[in-house]
């Protein structure tokens, strides 16, 4: 039996050894989590994999100067917050406490349209009704940009008129960065809640770097908000899972915030992970300056080689400058954000090809753009491979008789094949996608809340047959986890044509029956 390190070579599952060889492998990772298989001290797990023995604390019943308590007030001096908690069910157990702890069954909420599902299952758990914000929407790119602080204020000012809605609204819930790097104004947006008496959440999941370059966006901790996620394992060193809640001011509940973060999280919560927190934080303590310097360098170099490049292109730097009215209040440049719309190439075309030709993996592909996510652990050998093939990618496109036209000019996953349905027809003039459907995301009638709807029977429908129906499940592509429709809401036949885009696009549709059906409300 052939042995490597020790270990049998047969050692694990299928799972197990697939891993095992993708990490052997010469696969460069720009996506999720930070660490990149790249940094990291960690020791055997297993030496690591405890339960709540004598002198090594418990989660949810912290000592006053127990090991975890130390732990998390570390992190919390560390981010600046008043209070701060490990999670291990990454911000998802976050958002649930947070939004459950914030509101009483039954209330109101207003909140962003673009968040992810985490916060939408928050409040089909609580029967919540909401009322939402929608983002702006770069046009350029076709992504959702920033929540506008007018909208908050405006529908915050209408809910407070007499002949109203029943009931206050009891939380604001916005996500910033969005998972395309798009950062709203949460100063402003904190300020506003918080001259209505409104606390303010924000699921800042994928800008837990924030704190530690003026580089990056200003972080929600120190803008203001009453509570915000952290996912830690999104972009920087710490094992997937790993996440963070913070809580200040007077607004949030934090007594019933701590009892949902004890439901909603394990009862045997794994020091495996929590470890893994607090070795980030002790990094983040001692070299942050050192290691987000280096970052910023690399990442800058990256981003200055890219700006040459003809056919595709690296949005971020001038963003929020180029585009105020668009809807990008700030970037993370740490987000590489590679629009393919002028080659008339789908998102999930150029991964494919980045991935395939040059073992590039990226985190997410929209419908002409693939993101890519950085982080500290990544090397300059990484960003010149991924500069390298976007050059070498871009001189195929430049050369090409008709740039609309997306048709290959080789073997081994170049851009041989017919051409790409992508998410419309490529402009005659430009190269640039029109979409059959708007891409920001549709305004659905609610006759019920998503609550109610799960209480409801349901059957599955053809999706060609669904248009006035009301939903029974969320649809959505993941990444990024963004419902098109809740369940309770009116199916529409744009939603419907919405859908077939994605399928057309080659795009994994979650939420639909197998069959090409989807669940709705029985009549």
């Known amino acids: 039996?052939?042995?490597?390190?020790?270990?049998?070579?047969?050692?694990?599952?299928?799972?197990?050894?697939?891993?095992?060889?993708?990490?052997?492998?010469?696969?460069?990772?720009?996506?999720?989590?930070?660490?990149?298989?790249?940094?990291?001290?960690?020791e055997n797990p297993y030496r690591f994999d405890i339960t709540e023995i004598d002198g090594f604390d418990d989660l949810h019943h912290p000592e006053p100067d127990g090991v975890l308590t130390r732990a998390q007030e570390r992190a919390a001096r560390l981010y600046g917050a008043e209070e701060t908690y490990f999670l291990v069910g990454g911000s998802t157990a976050g958002i649930l406490s947070a939004v459950s702890g914030c509101t009483r069954r039954g209330g109101r909420v207003l909140t962003a349209r673009n968040c992810h599902r985490s916060v939408y299952h928050a409040i089909e758990l609580g029967n919540l009704k909401a009322k939402y914000l929608y983002p702006q929407q770069i046009s350029s790119l076709g992504i959702n940009g920033a929540i506008c602080p007018e909208d908050v204020e405006k529908m915050l000012e209408e809910e407070r008129r007499p002949g109203g809605e029943d009931g206050p609204v009891q939380a604001v819930i916005i996500t910033s960065p969005t998972y395309d790097g798009v950062c709203s104004d949460v100063k402003t947006i904190a300020e506003i809640c918080h001259r209505y008496g409104i606390p303010l959440i924000v699921d800042q999941a994928h800008g837990a770097h924030f704190p530690f370059s003026d580089y990056f966006p200003e972080d929600a901790v120190s803008a203001g908000a009453d509570v915000v996620i952290h996912s830690v394992h999104k972009t920087l060193p710490a094992l997937t899972q790993t996440a963070l809640l913070h809580i200040q001011g007077k607004l949030a509940d934090r007594e019933r915030i701590r009892h949902y973060l004890s439901v909603y999280q394990s009862s045997s919560p794994s020091y495996v992970l929590m470890a893994s927190i607090d070795a980030c934080t002790d990094l983040l303590e001692r070299k942050s300056g050192e290691l987000f310097a280096e970052h910023v360098r690399l990442l800058s170099a990256f981003r200055e080689s890219c700006r040459d490049l003809k056919i595709l292109y690296l949005a971020g730097d001038?963003?929020?400058?180029?585009?105020?009215?668009?809807?990008?209040?700030?970037?993370?440049?740490?987000?590489l954000l590679v629009s393919a719309r002028r080659a008339g190439l789908s998102g999930s075309r150029l991964s494919g090809l980045l991935l395939e030709r040059w073992h590039l993996q990226m985190e997410m592909s929209g419908p002409d753009y693939v993101v890519g996510i950085a982080s500290i652990a990544d090397t300059k050998e990484g960003f010149d491979r991924l500069s390298a093939a976007l050059h070498e990618l871009d001189c195929e496109l430049a050369e090409r008789p008709d740039p609309a036209d997306s048709r290959d000019a080789g073997e081994n996953g170049g851009l041989a094949g017919r051409p790409q349905p992508g998410w419309g027809c490529p402009s005659e003039h430009k190269g640039a996608f029109e979409y059959e459907e708007p891409a920001e995301l549709p305004r659905l009638p609610a006759p019920l809340t998503a609550g109610e709807a799960e209480e409801r029977k349901r059957e599955v429908c053809p999706v060609s047959d669904c248009t006035g129906r009301l939903a029974a499940d969320y649809i959505y592509l993941y990444p990024p986890g963004i419902p098109l429709i809740v369940p309770g809401e009116e199916i529409t036949a744009g939603a419907v044509r919405r859908i077939r885009q994605w399928q057309k696009a080659g795009f994994a549709v979650h939420g639909l029956a197998a069959g090409d059906g989807m669940p709705v409300l029985r009549i």
Do not use: V
């Open 1 to 42: 039996m052939t042995q490597e390190n020790g270990i049998s070579k047969d050692f694990g599952g299928p799972l197990y050894r697939k891993l095992r060889a993708y990490g052997e492998s010469d696969y460069y990772g720009f996506h999720m989590p930070g660490h990149k298989r790249l940094m990291g001290n960690f």
């Open 318 to 335: 001038d963003m929020a400058a180029e585009t105020p009215a668009d809807g990008a209040c700030d970037f993370d440049r740490s987000k």
